[in-house]
């Protein structure tokens, strides 16, 4: 079995704060190992339901956040940001994907929630109408081409979410949200284990899985925090400006609408208000 792993980190053990996820801060190398340490852990409950390839692609930030030294070695990893399915870079390869270290959607409750850039850019993203997280938009990508999602960690509400949304997969809360900023964290050795066993239960019992896979058309609505930023995107083909701050676009293909938020997104970073 090939296992896809689209790695996160505002999901990861311990991380409450902006200080912990971004390069040069601080507490950013402490976190690195812990992000890596939450892959390693779901490669090995992976490897111990009887999986054999594994494909790691980094989906936070700059997408270099992994300790490369410290990856299993069994892993094969996809680092850098210049991706044309971003954090889904190579997902079409496996059998079943796992989301490790996300979050819930930019607008919701969580820690650091918010969807593919800070919420000072992006307040909301929907997906036909409902409110639409990172992993939504992945598991979307992956489930119409028939891979299921498998795992998901992070916090209390990002799980719940997956639960409702994905038949079958497992869940491993590593930490519950008191607030943005703050939540009640497993150690990180817990939260290892929990990883672990999830993502074997995932595989073992792969045959619990279907795709995530929404009916089309497909239509993406970004609510941004600017009529600026909103502005700045017009320029892409296809987008509708519904107000001052929300642009629009539908198509009968999902991996194209998908790549049109992609290059909608990297637009708006731009714009002077983007931050």
């Known amino acids: 079995m090939r296992v896809y792993i689209s790695a996160d980190m505002e999901g990861v053990t311990g991380v409450t704060h902006p200080d912990d996820v971004i390069p040069g801060r601080p507490r950013y190398e402490a976190f690195r190992k812990l992000l890596t340490a939450d892959v390693n852990a779901a490669i090995e409950g992976a490897r111990r339901a009887g999986a054999r390839e594994f494909l790691v692609n980094e989906a936070h930030d700059g997408m270099r956040n992994l300790l490369l030294e410290r990856l299993d070695p069994e892993a094969e990893v996809i680092v850098g940001s210049r991706k044309p399915l971003s954090m889904m870079e190579g997902c079409n390869e496996a059998d079943v994907v796992f989301f490790v270290g996300y979050h819930s959607a930019a607008g919701t409750g969580g820690i650091l929630s918010h969807t593919f850039t800070g919420p000072s850019t992006l307040v909301r993203l929907e997906l036909n109408g409902e409110v639409c997280s ?24 990002i799980c719940a979410e997956s639960e409702a949304l994905y038949p079958g997969v497992r869940t491993a809360c590593v930490k ?4 943005r900023y703050t939540a009640r964290c497993l150690s990180p050795e817990a939260a290892r284990e929990r990883i672990c066993r999830a993502a074997f239960e995932a595989v073992s019992r792969r045959g619990d ?25 017009m320029y892409f083909p296809g987008l509708k400006r519904l107000d001052d701050r929300r642009v629009c676009w539908t198509h009968e293909d999902y991996e194209t609408a998908f790549r049109m938020f992609i290059g909608v997104m990297r637009l708006a970073r731009t714009d002077p208000d983007y931050g």
Do not use: H, K, Q, W
Request: no cysteine; net charge negative.
């Open 134 to 157: 990172e992993g939504r938009m992945n598991a979307a990508l992956a489930g119409l081409a028939g891979i299921p999602v498998g795992l998901v960690t992070g916090d209390d509400l």
């Open 209 to 233: 899985l279907s795709p995530y896979a929404p009916e089309g058309p497909y239509t993406f609505t970004a609510e941004f925090a600017s009529a600026s930023t909103a502005e700045s995107v």
């Open 176 to 179: 519950t949200a008191v607030d």
